[in-house]
């Protein structure tokens, strides 16, 4: 059970679904920027069967241009006034690495889950605001940052290595008092495409640690370099791919394509309870 201001039940796997208000995401960037624009993807994502909507304003996208505080903070600001208004019950997710952004978005708008690419690593300040607050936080692996983790990403063991991460992090979440906490092994963030596929290979590691897995490989380029295809064309890898995850145990799809992503589930759950 996840805690937020109402209780999210991950006893069946969901889906979140992605709102980018940026200009420059990998696949669908400057595509919600206008209220009209984010009023019709709120409600398609709501529509389709999600159960979170995930709202980032920083392209993390390989080499993604910095986007500054107060930019980000508007830009996230905008687009959550719009998701309280038409869909005031549904849990917001926020893509933000900025403790500072974090906090002032939930003195608005009130409880939110606390979506960290950097797993604590790029603000000293996220894991005291997270016990403070006591939020949901979704701890994420990467190795670097956004504009260099594609840099040659090297690792001796990748599926050890973000365990090993994992647990570091969640003793000192811990230590603070944290036990809300939700994984994410951190797709394309500083791996390259075989580290991608080692780790899914592996996944049932991390759904093993005690905490809810969150799986996060909408389109990525470990689907669409390997298909010699483009993020536009990877819908189809990305459910052959979810679909995989359901079955190692993950609790929540990241996802582009919310309708998809539910008919995975339903599909995967038929098929467990026949085994």
Do not use: W
Not at 13 to 19: K, N, W
Not at 63 to 68: D, H, L
Not at 79 to 94: D, G
Not at 111 to 131: E, H, K, P, R, V
């Amino acid at each position: 059970m996840l805690r937020c201001h109402q209780e999210i039940d991950l006893s069946t796997p969901m889906v979140m679904g992605i709102l980018n208000c940026t200009t420059d995401s990998f696949y669908d960037g400057g595509r919600y920027l206008s209220e009209k624009e984010i009023i019709k993807r709120i409600n398609t994502i709501v529509e389709e069967g999600a159960g979170i909507i995930d709202v980032g304003a920083y392209s993390t996208k390989p080499g993604a241009r910095e986007v500054g505080e107060k930019e980000e903070l508007m830009r996230l600001d905008f687009a959550l006034e719009l998701i309280r208004k038409y869909h005031p019950h549904i849990p917001i997710s926020v893509d933000t690495f900025r403790a500072e952004v974090a906090k002032e978005l939930t003195k608005c708008f009130g409880d939110l889950i606390i979506n960290d690419i950097s797993g604590g690593t790029l603000d000293a300040g996220m894991f005291d605001f997270i016990a403070a607050s006591g939020l949901p936080y979704i701890l994420m692996h990467i190795q670097g940052t956004p504009q260099n983790m594609q840099d040659k990403p090297v690792y001796q063991d990748v599926t050890r290595e973000v365990k090993e991460f994992f647990e570091v992090r969640i003793k000192q979440l811990n230590d603070k008092g944290v036990d809300n906490i939700i994984l994410d092994p951190g797709f394309g963030f500083g791996k390259t495409v075989a580290h991608n596929y080692e780790l899914l290979q592996h996944t049932d590691i991390f759904s093993a640690m005690g905490y809810p897995m969150l799986i996060g490989i909408s389109r990525k380029s470990m689907i669409y370099k390997l298909l010699n295809q483009t993020p536009e064309t990877a819908l189809n890898g990305t459910t052959v791919l979810n679909t995989i995850a359901l079955l190692k145990g993950a609790k929540i799809l990241r996802v582009h394509d919310v309708k998809e992503a539910v008919e995975a589930i339903r599909i995967v759950e038929m098929y467990q309870k026949t085994v």
